[in-house]
């Protein structure tokens, strides 16, 4: 799958690489606020967090956005050919649908997303940044919406 504009993907993305625990919190904290029905799902030695603020801060939280930083990190990476990275998308989606994630939440990741990027970068979060990062999500999603489908 062709990307448009991988240039504007790694420029964009430069600036939020700089400091991804940052950016990643406010990704995740955009993310409870949209659909806070996701809290339960981290749990960690059994143990439920009693609001986003207490979860956005334990450590085992934190490891999380630093993966989910990492995944995204090596998306851009190979923005000019994620069909390398298929077989790895795909089994990602099956670890979160094994956790109980629904495949629908993952429209509410993308919007999060965005909202980190166009904080993150001002008013450099221009149409067309936006309009790439869109694809490039999508292009994600979809590759790992194979580990629900069961293949």
Same mark, same amino acid.
């Given at each position: 799958?062709?990307?448009?504009?991988?240039?504007?993907? /790694?420029?964009?993305? /430069?600036?939020?690489s700089r400091s991804p625990l940052e950016h990643g919190t406010v990704l995740f904290?955009?993310? +409870?606020?949209?659909?806070?029905?996701?809290?339960?799902?981290?749990?960690?030695? @059994?143990?439920? +967090?009693?609001?986003?603020?207490? @979860?956005? !801060?334990?450590?085992? +939280?934190?490891?999380?956005?630093?993966?989910?930083?990492?995944?995204?990190?090596?998306?851009?990476?190979?923005?000019?050919?994620?069909?390398?990275?298929?077989?790895?998308?795909? &089994?990602? &989606? #099956? #670890?979160? /649908?094994?956790?109980?994630?629904?495949?629908? !939440?993952?429209?509410?990741?993308?919007? !999060?997303?965005?909202?980190?990027?166009?904080?993150?970068?001002?008013?450099? +979060?221009?149409?067309?940044?936006q309009a790439a990062w869109s694809q490039l999500y999508a292009a994600v999603v979809?590759?790992? !919406? /194979? &580990?629900?489908? &069961?293949?």
């Amino acid at each position: 799958m062709e990307l448009p504009e991988p240039e504007l993907i /790694r420029q964009s993305w /430069r600036a939020v690489s700089r400091s991804p625990l940052e950016h990643g919190t406010v990704l995740f904290a955009r993310l +409870f606020d949209l659909e806070p029905d996701l809290l339960p799902l981290f749990q960690y030695n @059994c143990r439920q +967090f009693s609001s986003p603020k207490d @979860c956005l !801060s334990s450590p085992e +939280f934190l490891d999380h956005i630093r993966k989910v930083m990492l995944v995204i990190d090596t998306a851009v990476t190979n923005v000019e050919d994620l069909s390398s990275l298929e077989e790895y998308l795909a &089994g990602l &989606g #099956k #670890k979160h /649908r094994a956790v109980g994630v629904k495949l629908s !939440s993952f429209s509410t990741v993308g919007e !999060s997303l965005l909202y980190m990027l166009e904080k993150c970068l001002g008013p450099a +979060f221009t149409p067309a940044v936006q309009a790439a990062w869109s694809q490039l999500y999508a292009a994600v999603v979809q590759a790992m !919406s /194979r &580990g629900w489908d &069961g293949e």
